[in-house]
Every structure is written in structure tokens, then in C-alpha cells.
């Protein structure tokens, strides 16, 4: 990929969003984006903006932003792809309205489930039109279908879901906003770390969650590991000093380094592949000599000790997909799954509630279950089709469900 491509791709994906409130999210990111509060799309293309056009020192070779670079390379393909589609309404009238305006609200939104969501949708209608099918948004998708395939005189309706990683809600963030900011004069006075393990729910009622923080505080370090009612507290030194060099982003790195120090904090004590939501307490230090140093100071974390319950999610979005189609239409359900490491019993119940839920809707014809394989320098999306025995109105003849195949891949 050369240097020209990639920022005809830079282009493309800033003029979909509309040139304007890209440029001003940019600026409100600056040059080095928290990847927590910044919009994905606007934190990617910032990052594969620096480093294609060399904004700053050429970083060493494992700082390369690789899933930055795929991700706008990515939502470049597909938007050329979808701008070949129309709008319409549900009754299937053309309307004035661009799939560009369409999508641009959608992607705007600040939240990477919101950006996802949308992204899914374009991937898999750009399987329909690569194939030379006719596709139309519908523009109201709240409670209608993302899309219509027309073939032949026949009407074929595509539901789009996800279900994402398993995130705390805005309440439980809250919540541990509040309590970091009690205790991060306590953390960084002593150099420590606190660490939460649960399943994804955050109880604090009477402030019990705090006493049991502070308590192993004023303990100490000595205090490793406690578990109550299923919540479990690790408490460690949270000192580390990182040599920063030239070639580093400063606070890109120290964050990184700081992200490596608590994730072997969670492997020596539980599970290494839990959700971890930090927040970090430290200093950039710059010695006489000019050698820089990222210090850290404190850590407070929570580690989301439970999978994502893929089983009664997958239940829930079929159900609710098949509400979303029209009566007697043929429909196909769509369904992106986040990756999960299941028994062999869960995966045979995992597939025992999609041949159950999608045999019993009457509108669905057909299930595609979808996933996606991060590698060092591509995505690839894996795909399996299940189509309904049951339905009475069968697929058309020369129409052909399609799974989501695509590799999106660079060379470096």
C-alpha cells in the first residue's frame, strides 16, 4: 500500500463523515487522541494520518498503527461499495436521500457500538451489490429491516445485529468514576493499585464497595486477594517507571506500557482474558539529561470476569430480528457474535437456540452467524448459514444467501 493510496482512503473516509464535523472532532481530539473519549473512526484516522505523512518521528516498528490502518482502509471499501445503493421507505419508494446522508448520523454517534452496528450493515450489503443484486436502505430501521434485495420481481428483507463485548453501563461507570475519585490521593500516596474483579454488575449501595477498598488500603500490600460475594479485590504496588524514547508518543506509550503492567496483574491472580476498564495516575518526567520517563503513580481497575452470554443473546437477537421484518416477505437475520472461547456443551447449546429460535419465527428464512479474526495485518470475517426447513415460502430461485467472507488485509 502505497503513500497515495492510503490517503485517497483518508479522503474518502472524511468526506462520507462530511468534511466539517470531521475536521472539528479532530481538532477537539488533538494530535494525540485518548482512545477512550475519542469517536473510533476520528481516533484511527488521526493515528494513520500521523504515520502515513510522517507528523511526527517515524515510530519503531511495533508502535505501527496496524488496526488503526486496516480500520480506515476497511470503512474506505465499503463506502465506495454502498454508494452504488438507493434509498427507500418501507413500501419501497425511492427516496431523495443519499446512502452518505443516510449513514452519516449514524456513524457520528460517539460510541463504538453505534459505529459498529453501522459498519455491519454496509459489510453485509456490499456482499448483495458486489454480486450484482439490486439493494435499498430503508430509512427508518427502528423498527424495520436495514435493507431489501430485489431479484426477479421478489423482495428479500436483510436485519442486521451485533452483539458486542460485554460493557458496563453508563450507571456502573459512574459509579467507578466516583470511587477513583475518592481513593486517587490514597493510591498515589502509597503507590498502589486496586483491582475489581466481578461479572459485569457494580453494587455500591451504602458505600460498602469503598470501606472495602479503603480498609485494604490502610492493610496494605500485604493484603493480595480478597473475595466477598462474588466481587474480588487484589490489591499490588502500582510502581513502574518506563523509559520513553524519541521516536515515542509519550502518553500513547506510557498508557500501553501502564495497560501491560495491570493486564499481568489480572493473569498472575484470574483469567488473562478478562474485559479491563483502567484508570491510570501518573507523571511524565524529563531528567536533566533530557532522558523521559513515564511514571506511574496509582491504578484503579475492573475486570469483567464473565463472557459475554453469547446463548441468551443470540435468543434475544433473532427474536427481536424477526419482529423487525414484514409478515409473509422472505427475511435473512444477520448476526455478528464477538469472539468466545465456549465448551463443547455451550457451542451445542449456543446452535441448539438458533435452529429453535429461527425454525419457530415465521419470518426468517435463513440465519448467517458472523465473526471476525483479528491477525497482526488483516481482519478476516468467518461466516455460517443456517437456512429455516421450515419456512413455507422458499428463497427465489436465482437468489443466493451470502456469507461474510471479506479479508481486509495491508503489507507493511
Request: glycine share 4%; hydrophobic share 35%; net charge neutral.
Amino acid at each position: 500500500m502505497n503513500k497515495h493510496a492510503f490517503n485517497a482512503y483518508l479522503s474518502e473516509v472524511k468526506s462520507f463523515f462530511g468534511t466539517e464535523w470531521f475536521q472539528l472532532e479532530c481538532d477537539k481530539a488533538g494530535d494525540i487522541p485518548d482512545p477512550r473519549k475519542t469517536h473510533p473512526m476520528i481516533y484511527y484516522w488521526i493515528q494513520t494520518d500521523n504515520y502515513i505523512n510522517k507528523k511526527k518521528p517515524t515510530p519503531s516498528l511495533d508502535l505501527k498503527p496496524k488496526y488503526e490502518m486496516l480500520s480506515v482502509f476497511e470503512l474506505a471499501q465499503y463506502t465506495r461499495m454502498v454508494a452504488k445503493a438507493e434509498v427507500c421507505n418501507l413500501a419501497g419508494n425511492v427516496l431523495k436521500v443519499t446512502v452518505q446522508e443516510l449513514f452519516q448520523h449514524r456513524l457520528r454517534i460517539p460510541s463504538q457500538a453505534h459505529y459498529y452496528s453501522a459498519l455491519y450493515e454496509m459489510q453485509i450489503a456490499s456482499l448483495y451489490i458486489r454480486k450484482g443484486y439490486l439493494v435499498r436502505f430503508i430509512e427508518d430501521t427502528q423498527k424495520h429491516p436495514e435493507f431489501v434485495v430485489k431479484i426477479n420481481g421478489e423482495e428479500i428483507y436483510v436485519e442486521c445485529k451485533r452483539i458486542d463485548k460485554r460493557q458496563l453501563d453508563r450507571a456502573d461507570e459512574n459509579t467507578l468514576s466516583q470511587l477513583y475519585n475518592k481513593i486517587e490521593s490514597l493510591l498515589i500516596t502509597k503507590n498502589l493499585g486496586v483491582l475489581i474483579v466481578c461479572d459485569g454488575e457494580i453494587y455500591n449501595e451504602d458505600d460498602w464497595m469503598l470501606k472495602k477498598i479503603k480498609e485494604l488500603i490502610d492493610v496494605g500490600v500485604s493484603a493480595k486477594v480478597e473475595h466477598v460475594d462474588g466481587y474480588s479485590f487484589k490489591l499490588f504496588s502500582a510502581s513502574l517507571r518506563v523509559h520513553i524514547s524519541a521516536d515515542h508518543n509519550a502518553n500513547q506509550f506510557a498508557y500501553d506500557q501502564n495497560m501491560i503492567f495491570l493486564e499481568q496483574q489480572v493473569k498472575e491472580s484470574f483469567s488473562d482474558s478478562m474485559q479491563i476498564i483502567p484508570q491510570f495516575a501518573g507523571k511524565l518526567v524529563t531528567e536533566p539529561s533530557g532522558a523521559r520517563y513515564s511514571e506511574l503513580q496509582g491504578c484503579f481497575a475492573v475486570a469483567l470476569r464473565s463472557p459475554p452470554n453469547l446463548i441468551s443473546g443470540i435468543k434475544k437477537m433473532i427474536s427481536k430480528a424477526s419482529s423487525q421484518l414484514p409478515k409473509k416477505g422472505i427475511g435473512i437475520v444477520y448476526v455478528a457474535c464477538p469472539p468466545y472461547d465456549a465448551s463443547e456443551e455451550e457451542t451445542k447449546e449456543f446452535w441448539r437456540q438458533i435452529h429453535k429460535e429461527s425454525d419457530s419465527a415465521n419470518r426468517i428464512n435463513a440465519v448467517v452467524i458472523t465473526g471476525v479474526v483479528e491477525e497482526d495485518n488483516s481482519f478476516s470475517h468467518i461466516s455460517i448459514v443456517k437456512v429455516s426447513e421450515k419456512y413455507n415460502k422458499p428463497l427465489p430461485h436465482d437468489f443466493q444467501v451470502l456469507p461474510l467472507l471479506d479479508r481486509c488485509a495491508l503489507k507493511f
